[in-house]
């Protein structure tokens, strides 16, 4: 299985970024995909996930009022929209698949998701 991620950059406080992860070689029918981030010093932190049967979506708390994630089920592909960055949002941004996802809403749990791209940086500042 692999993720690749594309998007990100710098972006002004305010402004707004879209990643993307596409996912290929996969081999089971069920599976999840989660967006985390990781800023400078900080643990990685989960934003939210989305099932790639159904699109069923599941937010960290605090997150859905600025993150939205969506999918592109035949292009297998995931993206996290993000408007009104804020300095803090600045991080590495990741997604990575849950695997063991059987369908039903997503897992939150950060230990499940065990497949990861390579991260992107999302700078915010002026």
């Known amino acids: 299985v692999q993720l690749v991620q594309s998007g990100g950059g710098l972006v002004q406080p305010g402004g707004s970024l879209r990643l993307s992860c596409t996912v290929s070689?996969?081999?089971?029918?069920?599976?999840?995909i989660g967006w985390f981030r990781q800023a400078p010093g900080k643990e990685r932190e989960m934003i939210s996930c989305i099932s790639n049967s159904d699109g069923s979506t599941n937010y960290a708390d605090s997150m859905s009022n600025r993150f939205t994630i969506s999918r592109d089920h035949p292009k297998g592909t995931v993206f996290l929209q993000m408007n009104s960055l804020k300095a803090d949002d600045t991080a590495v941004y990741y997604c990575?698949?849950?695997?063991?996802?059987?369908?039903?809403?997503?897992?939150?749990?950060?230990?499940?998701?065990?497949?990861w791209g390579q991260g992107t940086q999302v700078t915010v500042s002026t």
């Open positions: 990575a698949s849950d695997r063991l996802f059987a369908g039903g809403r997503c897992s939150l749990i950060r230990d499940r998701y065990l497949y």
């Open positions: 070689g996969e081999t089971v029918d069920y599976y999840a």
